[in-house]
Nanobody, 126 residues
Framework: QVQLVESGGGLVQAGTSLRLSCANS????????MGWFRQAPGKDREFVAT????????DYARFVTGRFTISRDNANNTVYLQMNSLKPEDTGVYYC???????????????????WGQGSQVTVPS
């Protein structure tokens, strides 16, 4: 069973950092590509970053390249999103997601993810 739980969100000032974590509390090893997405108020959910099962392949949305880093610790069944130089436009609910088990390749398309966490709020006041 896969149950994703995000943590690490909060209210921070522009220019500072946060690290989001996504752990699987269901016990099953999530041997698949993982992704982070976000949704701002009144906007559609959008792709942020994705990482392959091995961690060797990653991809980022253009607006976070150079500021955010996705990583994973498969021994602890956890995926991370390190967010640096945060901006007010980074405000939103951040969701982690998993592709189907055994699907190792990265993807920026939400429809290709089958399991989602409940989300973690990140607020960066202007």
């Amino acid at each position: 069973q896969v149950q994703l739980v995000e943590s690490g969100g909060g209210l921070v000032q522009a220019g500072t950092s946060l690290r989001l974590s996504c752990a699987n509390s269901g016990g099953t090893v999530v041997n698949s590509a993982m992704g982070w997405f976000r949704q701002a108020p009144g906007k559609d959910r959008e792709f942020v970053a994705t990482i392959s099962w091995t961690g060797r392949s990653t991809d980022y949305a253009r607006f976070v390249t150079g500021r955010f880093t996705i990583s994973r610790d498969n021994a602890n069944n956890t995926v991370y999103l390190q967010m640096n130089s945060l901006k007010p436009e980074d405000t939103g609910v951040y969701y982690c997601a998993a592709r189907s088990l055994g699907n190792y390749e990265i993807s920026g398309r939400p429809v290709e993810y089958v399991c989602w966490g409940q989300g973690s709020q990140v607020t960066v006041p202007s």
